[in-house]
Nanobody, 126 residues
Framework: QVRLVESGGGSVQAGGSLRLSCTAS?????????MGWFRRAPGQQSEWVAS???????YYADSVAGRFTFSKDAAKNTIYLDMANLKTDDSAKYYC???????????????????WGQGTQVIVSA
């Protein structure tokens, strides 16, 4: 089982920035597993935000492309989501997820992932 622990959420004004972190652990975790970030606003379905495949290729939702940056520190088993120029529509609970296997495609379905973090809240005010 892979355990994911997130941190870094908070409240910012529109136009501000935040960095989310997600550290993976567990005997079954491998650094080349596909990982992703999702978000869920109250009353809405989960939305795929970004992901990284086993070739370290990055994928972004159109709504965040150019504003969010996904990065990975393999030595620390940690992924990051740097969010800039935040908008009120970005307010949501953000979750990191691990697929539990390698992949070489844009993994944007929640069913693709087998492990999830506890979520971290991001609130963007006008």
């Amino acid at each position: 089982q892979v355990r994911l622990v997130e941190s870094g959420g908070g409240s910012v004004q529109a136009g501000g920035s935040l960095r989310l972190s997600c550290t993976a652990s567990g005997y079954s975790y491998r650094r080349d597993y596909c990982m992703g970030w999702f978000r869920r606003a109250p009353g809405q379905q989960s939305e795929w935000v970004a992901s990284i495949d086993s070739g370290d290729r990055l994928y972004y939702a159109d709504s965040v492309a150019g504003r969010f940056t996904f990065s990975k520190d393999a030595a620390k088993n940690t992924i990051y989501l740097d969010m800039a120029n935040l908008k009120t529509d970005d307010s949501a609970k953000y979750y990191c997820a691990a697929m539990g296997r390698t992949c070489f495609y844009r993994a944007l379905a929640t069913d693709d992932y087998t492990s999830w973090g506890q979520g971290t809240q991001v609130i963007v005010s006008a």
